[in-house]
Every structure is written in C-alpha cells, then in structure tokens.
C-alpha cells in the first residue's frame, strides 16, 4: 500500500525519475508534442473512417458555406456586421422609449409621491424619509425605468445572434486585426465576451495559452462596452446627438453613434494591444485555428427566457444592490452641510475645474466616482446630483430630492439646465468607454493576474485615456465652435 | 435491483426495471450538493454541447451558446438518479489535454487528480475524427469514461451515419448517441453513467496502438521505473508522456508523493450492489 506521506527515500524516487524524464527530453529529436500528436490523430483518423459512413451523395455546399462566404468576405463582412449591430441598437433605441415613459410615471409621478406621503404620515423623521423614499427609492425607480426596457429588448436580440452562431464569425472578422495588433486571435472571442460582462471576458482570457497575450487581452478587455454601460450610450444618444437631426432620422443617427462608439472601443482594443505589445509586453504572436461552428436556428422562447433571466434581471438586480446604498449615500451628501454647502456641492464644486477642462463636469466626474462599484448606476446618479446642484427646486421638492419627470425631454432640460451641451453628451459617451472598469472587474484581474500591478494598469491605462480623449475632443470642438 | 421508495403502485414496481422509467425517476438537484456517492467529470470539445447536457441533467441553466469557449471554469451541479446521488462537474471545453493554457490544465488535472468516477466525454458527431483526438487523449489517463455521441440530429441531417457500436468496440467504453438539445439519447446516458460509475459495466479503454516511434526508447525506460515505484498508477504510460513532455504540476505531484496516491478505480472503488 502506497501512503501519500513522502519519506526521504520516495522523494529521492521521484526525484531520480524527473532527472531521467530530462535527459530522455533532451535525446528525443525533434518536437516530442509533435510525436504524441501526431500518434493521437492517425489513430483518431483510423477510428472515425471505421465508425463514420456517408451513403448516397457526397457533401454539397450547405446553406452554412454559402452564409459564411458572404458574412466573413473581405468585402461584406464589416460592413454586415455594422448593419447588424446598428439595426440592433436602433430596436433597442426606438422600442424602449414608450415603456420607459411608462415606468416612470408609474415609479417616479404616482408611486413616489404617494409613499412619500406615506411616509410622513407614519410620522417618519424628514431625515429618515429623505434616505428611504427620496435617496433608495427614488434612485432603484429610476434604474428600473431607464434600465430595464433598453435591456429586455437588447439581451434577447444580442443571445439570439449569439445563439445562431453569429458571434464566432465576428471574432473570425476580428482575427487578423488582432494579430496584426500583436495580440492572440482568440482575444476576438474574449472581447466579444467583454461585450456582455468585463469580469467574464477577463476570465474568458484563460482560453489563450500565452501568458503575454493573455495579459494583453485582460488589460484591453475593458474597450468593449459591457451591460452596464449599454443604457448610458443608449439614453445620452437618444437624448442629445439623436436631437440633432430631424425626428423621423433620429432613431437611425442615435443607433449610428452608439455603433460608432462601440466600433471606436474595438479599435482602442487594437491600439492598446499594438502599444502594449511593443513595450512592456513584447513577443512572438502565437497562432491558432478558429472554428466556425454550424449555424443552429436559435430556440427563440428558451433564448428569450434565458437572456431575461440571466442577462436582464442579473443586470437589473445588480443596479438595484447598487443603487439601494447609493441613493442614501447621494441624498445624505446632499443634505448634509459643511461650512454652509453641502459635500455634495463641495465634491461637485471641486471636481468642476478638471471636469470643465476636459468638456464634462463635476457632477459627471462624481457620478463615476460614486460608480465604481457598477456602471449601472450612473444614469440616475447622474440625475439626483444635477437637481440638486442646479438646485432645481421648482421640479423637486428640495435639494437631493428626485423630482416628476415623466419623459426624456424633461430630462434632457434638467440636464441642460445643468450645463449640459452636446460636447457634454459626446465625452460622457466617450468617458463611458473609456474609464476604469467596475471594482468587480478590477478585482477580477486582481486574481486572474495574481498581481496588483497589473490590475492597477488596466484600471488607470483606460480612464487615462479616457481624459485625454474627453480632453482632445474639447479642445477640437471649442476650436471649430 | 434497487426500487425506488416513492413507489406506491404496484404497476410501477414492474415497471422500474424498464430504463424509460428511470429517466422519469432523476431528481435534478441543481447546486445543492451536500454530499454524494458518485462523480461525474464532463470533458469535451467546445461547442458541443457539452453544457446542454450538463444543464440537462443536472436542472441548472448555465448559460449555453453556439460559441466555442463559452465554459472556462469548473461548473458544478448534480443529479440524483436512481436512488444515487451525482456530482457533476463540467470541465472548459477544450480541443487537446497537452498544451499548457489554463482551461486545458484545468480540465487534464481534474480528470487526473480530482478521479472522477466517471468521465463523460462529448463529442460531436458531425465532426468524429477531431473528436476522438481528445477522447483518445481522456481514455490515456482514466479507464471510466463514457462517450456521449452528441449532435446526432445534425449528423443525421448531414447526411453522416456513425456507427456507434463499432466506435464502442475500437475504443473500449460505452459510447451513447444522443441530441442533447431535444432530450434524445438521455435516459440511456444517465443509465450508462450508472453502470459505469458502479462498476457494473467495466471499461477496458484502447489506448493508443502505435506509441511514437521516437518516443519508444524514453516511454519503455521511464515506464518501467514508475511502474517499480508505484505499481497501482493506472495510467503510467500516460504520466510517463507528461513527465517527458515536462509537466510541472505532474513534476509537483511526484514530488509532493501525491502520484503515489492515485490508484486504480477498480481495484478499490466498491463494487455497488446493483
């Protein structure tokens, strides 16, 4: 019987066996991996002729070739691909503004103003009502109304394509910008994950086998708009860039400018991965075979059911974990006073000159800060921190409070009331994109790495990128304008 | 033979020998795993559908997509099935078991270290012969496995006919055609699992016939040296291939005496009564 415990004489075994499987690897001529594959796939090949038969014709070209050819063409396929996605993000832009109008004036003009009476006459104390009902409530009433419809249109859609077998080709699209960037091709399949969720794109990375590769596609993973960020995009280009043109081509330039800024997060993947893997990440690109897996029609209710459950409600129940201590923490720091002004407007005050600088503003800047632990939130961050600092009171009741806004032009003039103009909403688009990601995904490369440096790279490498560009933008636009 | 004690029509009893009622007869236990008496390692290609069945079997909804590398983390979820309990672990889909990336390290140690007592490979039918790469490479370092023919419905609809009795001859284990997505080839997998795990059905894997020509020297040498140092290793020849190819997690392992520890499932596993 053999022990597990290793006596001095089992180690001196063991140790003489590796000294011997050394010098044996030094004799064996040429690649031994290619040996032993090599034995492995003749007699895989030997196998399946026996087992496999295909009676009566041949293979003629599948419907599955005749798709591919054109979806991954020189030609079509980018083009196909931004079709597709802009065709997505306009559904999802033009088919969530009505339940979106709804939800609000159900959560924020009946349900709000109908428990904050309550709440008074239950003889709560204005300081507790102010938590619960004007911090909590209101902030989880506005992630449910401004998150909600935009995900249950676009998740389905998104695992319905994904479903189909679609994704794979926009990785095989991808593939030799990658490479060409010096990062593995398989980081086209890793960034697709990222669109869904950082944190699992980045434990995606465990599929490449190079250490240096995999850092790369762990530090740039962040470039692809995850769950959280998607409704930002969607509201602020509905809102600002959509109001640009007429109404009837608003909804196709609003999907145009989130496509766009999706698109741009692509090419600073490739531009990050290029820098890194000229300096501090230098090396050969490793090669490797993509398969295209067959078409599968999508089984669309079991689909439905999962990206709602799954995607959806995941992401919404995040938001409102989220935006539960948020609120408090949002309406605390804006009703309590330090030297005759609240932190609030003490932070947002602070933070202005930088903000303004580089074409946002402090309450942008904020909002951020205050959203580390999940993009979610910053939408209704946003709002909460812009009344109270424009101190808008003639639609709230008092400073901090959330206020009746039952669509989005009186949002879009509350925030113009704050100083917003179309620079503001094209860099918070941009900032979007480019800022450190959620502490979930920070904390993620944390274990994925094993290394603090690293997470604290792909934290800081984003978001100052994210100034610099906020700040390039300014600067071009305040020249023309 | 085990009956089961929600009976309570004596029809039924006549009917818990048929396997149709025994798939009627799994309890899908989901995460909540306290213990169990049997485990299940689900090895695979990616995009085979190696999730469907995890998730089918085991009542979870692990995210499935026509996306290869969907799964690069250890899922684990259970079943009871016939009065005994399965822990069911799925492994990342990978294509080989010998290069050094993290899924594949994943799915070779746990395959290795973690002895399951069965293990299911899925592969998929349409595309056999690159398949069989990796279950040939599974059957190198355990003799309880299972293949779990998948994707028969597409195979049929290419026109493709696999003959699963003379894959099952060539390779020594019970190979099992099913259609996962539409529940087809189920009920038989899950008694295959059974027998397997009980040892009432007792695999005698084909391990490759031709070592490496270039090898043949090194693998006799080392061979004999780990077989006079532990006699119990079922798949010495294959530690022999790691320790060539140097694996320092295998490295590790000899040096910790934990290779010591693996022994041959049947020569110790009870043999269930069943």
């Known amino acids: 019987m053999i022990t597990s415990s290793s006596t001095p004489e089992s180690v001196a075994q063991a140790e003489e066996i590796l000294r011997e499987a050394q010098r044996w690897r030094q004799q064996i001529p040429g690649d031994l991996h290619e040996h032993v594959v090599e034995a492995i796939y003749s007699q895989a090949a030997r196998l399946a002729s026996r087992a496999v038969t295909r009676p009566g014709l041949a293979a003629q070209p599948t419907l599955d070739r005749t798709i591919d050819r054109i979806v991954t063409s020189r030609m079509w396929g980018f083009p196909i691909m931004l079709l597709l996605f802009a065709l997505m993000f306009w559904l999802t832009i033009s088919g969530s503004n009505v339940p979106s109008g709804l939800l609000a004036s159900l959560l924020v003009d009946q349900l709000y103003p109908m428990l904050r009476e309550g709440a008074t006459s239950v003889g709560f104390p204005w300081w507790l009502r102010g938590v619960l009902v004007d911090g909590m409530y209101l902030a989880t009433a506005w992630v449910v109304s401004v998150m909600l419809p935009p995900m249950a249109i676009f998740f389905p859609m998104f695992t319905l394509l994904e479903d189909f077998g679609y994704l794979p080709r926009v990785a095989f699209n991808l593939d030799h910008l990658f490479k060409k960037a010096g990062a593995h091709g398989k980081q086209s399949m890793t960034t697709m994950m990222g669109f869904g969720c950082n944190a699992a794109g980045v434990v995606a990375t465990r599929i490449i086998d190079s250490p240096r590769e995999r850092l790369i596609a762990i530090i740039t993973n962040n470039f692809a708009l995850c769950n959280g960020r998607w409704p930002t995009q969607f509201l602020i280009a509905t809102l600002f860039i959509g109001s640009l043109v007429p109404a009837h081509w608003a909804g196709l330039v609003s999907a145009g400018a989130v496509t766009g800024v999706a698109a741009l997060g692509i090419g600073f993947t490739l531009l990050s991965a290029w820098a890194l893997s000229r300096t501090v990440l230098k090396g050969e690109v490793s090669t490797f075979s993509l398969e295209l897996p067959p078409y599968r029609p999508p089984r669309i209710w079991q689909t ?38 609240s932190i609030a407007e003490h932070l947002v005050g602070g933070l202005d000159p930088v903000a303004l600088f580089v074409g946002l503003n402090g309450v942008i800047l904020l909002a951020y800060i205050v959203a580390i632990p999940a993009n979610e939130i910053i939408i209704p961050t946003i709002l909460m921190l812009t009344v109270m600092v424009t101190g808008s009171h003639e639609v709230g009741q008092g400073a901090g409070v959330m206020f009746e806004l ?28 480019l800022h450190n990601p959620c502490s979930t995904t920070i904390y993620t490369i944390y274990k994925e790495t094993g290394s603090a440096r690293w997470a604290a790279l792909a934290a800081l490498l984003p978001l100052g990128m994210g100034f610099l560009v906020t700040f390039l933008v300014a600067q071009i636009w305040r020249f023309f304008s | 033979m085990n009956t089961p004690a929600t009976t309570t029509l004596p029809a039924h009893e006549t009917c818990a020998s048929c396997s149709v009622y025994r798939a009627a007869n799994l309890k899908k236990l989901g995460v909540n795993m306290a213990r169990w008496d049997y485990v299940v390692a689900l090895a695979g290609n990616p995009n085979t559908g190696k999730s469907t069945v995890f998730n089918a079997l085991t009542g979870l909804r692990q995210h499935t997509g026509n996306w290869p590398g969907k799964t690069v983390m250890r899922a684990e979820g259970g ?36 002895q399951p007592d069965v293990t299911i490979v899925v592969a998929d039918a349409t595309r056999l012969e690159r398949n069989l790469n990796l279950v040939l490479q599974v059957l190198e370092i355990t003799d309880r496995a299972v293949v779990c023919l998948n994707l028969m419905d597409e195979a049929r609809r290419h026109g493709l006919q696999v003959d699963e009795r003379q894959l099952a001859r060539d390779l020594g284990v019970p190979v099992v055609p099913t259609a996962a997505r539409r529940g087809e080839g189920l009920p ?19 391990r490759l016939e031709q ?64």
């Open chain 2, 188 to 206: 038989e997998l899950l008694q295959t699992i059974r027998d397997v795990a009980t040892g009432k059905t007792v695999c005698r894997p084909q």
């Open chain 1, 406 to 433: 039952d669509s989005d032009q009186a949002v879009k003039s509350l925030l113009t009331a704050g100083g917003w103009t179309t620079l503001t909403a094209v860099n918070l688009m941009l900032f979007s994109l």
């Open chain 2, 79 to 114: 079943f009871d099935y016939d009065g005994k309990r399965f822990k069911m672990v799925d492994l990342p889909g990978t294509y080989s078991l010998l290069s050094t990336s993290l899924d594949e390290q994943i799915a070779r140690d746990f395959i290795l270290f973690g």
């Open chain 2, 211 to 274: 070592e490496p020509p270039a090898l043949q020297p090194a693998l006799a040498s080392l061979l004999a040296r780990l077989k006079a140092a532990y006699p119990n290793l079922p798949n010495a020849r294959w530690v022999a291939m790691r320790l060539l190819a140097g694996d320092d997690h295998l490295a590790k392992a000899l040096r910790s005496g934990e290779l010591g520890t693996l022994t041959n499932h049947a020569q110790l596993a009870p043999v269930a009564t069943s």
């Open chain 1, 304 to 341: 439905l059911y999962t990206s709602l459950i799954d995607r959806t409600m995941f992401v919404l129940w995040r938001a409102i974990v989220f935006a539960l201590p948020a609120g408090a923490v949002i309406w605390l720091s804006a009703n309590i006073h330090v030297g005759g002004n």
